[in-house]
């Protein structure tokens, strides 16, 4: 089922298998593509430096996983 997100942008739910990992990590490349460069073109229009955005934005994916890995161990 895709799912909208604030803005009335969908993401598209994956027709692979997590298991498939080469085509479903493509796939979600592809799905969150257009999601990311507008994000990136929106903090840049507000006054943002695109590199640090994007920089910034790695460092929270990061944590993400970080605190995903952590809650799975407890």
């Given at each position: ?17 997590a ?6 990590e493509?796939?979600c490349r592809s ?6 460069a507008?994000?990136l ?34």
């Open positions: 089922m895709d799912m909208m997100i604030k803005g009335g942008e969908t993401v598209p739910a994956p027709t692979h298998p298991s498939e990992f080469l085509a479903y493509t796939e799905a969150l593509k257009p999601l990311l507008g994000l073109d929106a903090a840049e229009a507000a006054g943002w430096n695109r590199r640090t955005v994007a920089s910034t934005l790695m460092f929270l994916a990061a944590q993400q996983v970080s605190a995903t890995e952590t809650s799975a161990r407890s």
